[in-house]
């Protein structure tokens, strides 16, 4: 009997966590014995993609992203089998957006499920798509799975920047997102470059490719001339892996997150994590037991303090923050329930998704 295919859909930049998402649901599925196309959405076109589907012969979708994933899905038959697994950035930003809303929407209706990693994130996706039968909609908590590379963080700041002491002797507070406003990356620097002022030893590494070509503009001329903020381009995944394992702990300024893969790799790594204080890190980080949260500059100054001034306590947040990823975020959880969904979706016939008065809501 031939193999079935199942397109896999994600952004494909080796710097993001969709990457690492992208690889991990491409060896569950030919796990489950199906061919796994894995193609970045951006090097596809609407009107040529259902001739796509029809040329590889696909038989099941998997779109990470309503919007930058599902939008090529739009032309698509209404019963073709497809999923969609939500990032943050759908329901907490592009959401506000009519048009892209309305593209999620078209997408959303006609999907066989809605996968979210979090209680929270399907209960806004109920909100927002409050005509779907809500048995669509899928908890699967996101997993993690670090391979650190040999990269040296502290050889490259020797390298590449200008310290005044020895790299191997400097706290560094790491902060890993690409530069567009919503991840905020300028949020504490200033109120850092001051404490460093006191602090020479303490360091504030922001790590990630530019993503806003405008807002990358602002952000290196904020950053230039700020003491004790140094600025990193991008990284392949094991190379900022190695990065966060040899830092002091792992910062996040985002002003939403659904799931942050980055933080879940620092509680892998056993790096303790300063979040910002928004829904998707409070509901991964439990204050002062697996992790610390902020909501102002000054507050994150004091949680760092508190990190810097108590070893106990730091390796208890490590502890317990490791164990929780063991618990809740392990490969093979995740792996049981995609290999789960896919025998559903092979094996059950095609359903309307749609409750009864679906269309009455969208007119």
């Known amino acids: ?6 397109l896999l859909l994600s952004k494909l930049h080796t710097e993001s966590g969709n990457y690492g998402t992208a690889l991990r ?14 193609k970045d959405p951006k090097l596809l076109h609407v009107n040529d993609f259902p001739e796509f589907v029809q040329d590889h012969n696909v038989e099941t979708i998997f779109a990470l992203h309503a919007y930058h994933s599902g939008k090529i899905l739009t032309d698509l038959p209404p019963n073709f089998c497809y999923v969609v697994i939500l ?11 009519s048009e892209k809303m309305k593209t999620m929407t078209k997408v959303i209706k006609n999907a066989r499920f809605i996968v979210g990693f979090s209680k929270t994130m399907i209960d806004t996706a109920k909100r927002l798509w409050d005509f779907i039968n809500p048995n669509c909609f899928l908890e699967i908590p996101q997993a993690v799975a670090t391979v650190p590379s040999d990269f040296s963080l502290s050889s490259y700041l020797e390298t590449n920047c ?8 400097l706290d560094v507070f790491l902060l890993v997102s690409g530069i567009r406003p919503v991840k905020d990356p300028l949020f504490l620097v200033e109120a850092f470059a001051d404490w460093h002022c006191n602090h020479p030893t ?8 530019c993503l806003d070509e405008a807002y990358c503009q602002e952000f290196l001329k904020k950053i230039k001339n700020l003491d004790g903020v140094v600025y990193i381009p991008g990284l392949k995944a094991m190379d900022t892996q190695a990065c966060i394992k040899t830092s002091f702990a792992l910062v996040n300024s985002s002003l939403s997150e659904g799931m942050s893969a980055t933080i879940l790799e620092a509680m892998q790594l056993c790096v303790p994590v300063i ?9 991964l980080i439990k204050d002062n037991r697996t992790g610390l949260l902020y909501k102002t500059p000054q507050e994150f100054i004091r949680k760092a303090e508190m990190l810097l001034g108590d070893k106990r306590f730091r390796s208890d947040l490590i502890s317990r923050a490791q164990a929780d990823v063991f618990a809740h975020h392990n490969v093979k959880q995740e792996e049981q329930a995609y290999i789960q969904l896919l025998n559903t979706l092979h094996y059950r016939p095609p359903s309307s998704l749609i409750t009864m008065d679906a269309e009455k809501r969208k007119e």
């Open 25 to 38: 649901l491409k060896s569950y599925i030919e796990t489950a014995g199906f061919i796994c196309l894995l």
């Open 87 to 97: 990032g943050g950035t759908d329901i907490n930003e592009l959401c506000h957006d």
């Open 275 to 283: 979040a910002r204080d928004v829904q998707g890190n409070s509901n």
């Open 1 to 6: 009997m031939d193999k079935s295919t199942v």
């Open 162 to 169: 200008h310290l005044l002491s020895p790299a191997d002797s």
């Open 202 to 209: 303490s360091l504030f590494v922001i790590l990630g490719p």
